[in-house]
């Protein structure tokens, strides 16, 4: 499956957890970065 593609599935699933405040905003950013380095997205997605 395509990076950005499943980037952007685990980030919808990220953010829901952050959401229904099961993380920290801490945590979110930390996850949030390593989900980026772990699929090589360099430059931050626009999030509709």
Do not use: C, F, G, W
């Not at 593609?5 to 952050?18: P, R």
Request: aromatic share 6%; glycine share 0%.
């Amino acid at each position: 499956m395509d990076n950005i593609l499943m980037y952007s599935m685990q980030l919808v699933m990220l953010k829901k957890l952050l959401a229904h405040k099961l993380i920290t905003k801490t945590q979110y950013d930390l996850i949030k970065n390593k989900l980026r380095q772990k699929y090589k997205i360099n430059e931050p997605l626009l999030v509709v």
